[in-house]
């Protein structure tokens, strides 16, 4: 199930960002892609981003977590990982599905790592600049209209 992160699961969290990231997103960057991204993810970075604007979420399977999600400002995507091995479970669906309930935007926003952009494709992200490089980390610019998430919610049903 997702529910809200708490300041206890942040190093169970910081973890999983970890594993995920060294798997599919590592091998493509810079030693300093890779430091930059181990301080955003590390258990002292969710507490520096939490507040009443930012919305941090794990999939919490049984007491085990699984993947965490991060909506920044109600309106951009931050954080979306999954344990390497629950990937291809639903987990990223979930907890994709969870941010957009509570966006507060009319437009999301995420910069993907390049490994992680045909997701979001499948979920409506569509690419929205070129490819950009910030502190090592190189990044796919995309967006999704909030009405396009309620409307391919209802399609489901």
Do not use: W
Not at 32 to 41: C, H, K, L, R, S
Not at 115 to 144: D, K, N, W
């Amino acid at each position: 199930m997702v529910r809200t992160l708490l300041e206890t699961d942040r190093e169970e969290a910081s973890a999983v960002c970890m594993r995920a990231f060294l798997t599919a997103v590592a091998p493509s960057l810079s030693s300093t892609g890779v430091e930059t991204f181990g301080t955003i993810a590390a258990a002292d970075g969710f507490a520096q981003r939490s507040g009443p604007d930012s919305l941090q979420v794990v999939y919490d399977d049984a007491g085990v977590i699984k993947g965490v999600a991060e909506l920044k400002e109600r309106r951009h995507v931050a954080m979306l990982f999954v344990d390497p091995a629950c990937q291809r479970q639903g987990v990223g669906e979930a907890l994709l599905a969870a941010v957009m309930a509570q966006a507060r935007s009319e437009v999301v926003t995420v910069n993907a790592s390049l490994s992680s952009v045909a997701f979001y494709q499948r979920h409506g992200f569509a690419c929205s600049a070129e490819v950009g490089e910030s502190a090592g980390l190189i990044y796919q610019p995309m967006t999704r209209s909030v009405s396009h998430a309620a409307e391919a919610t209802f399609a489901a049903r």
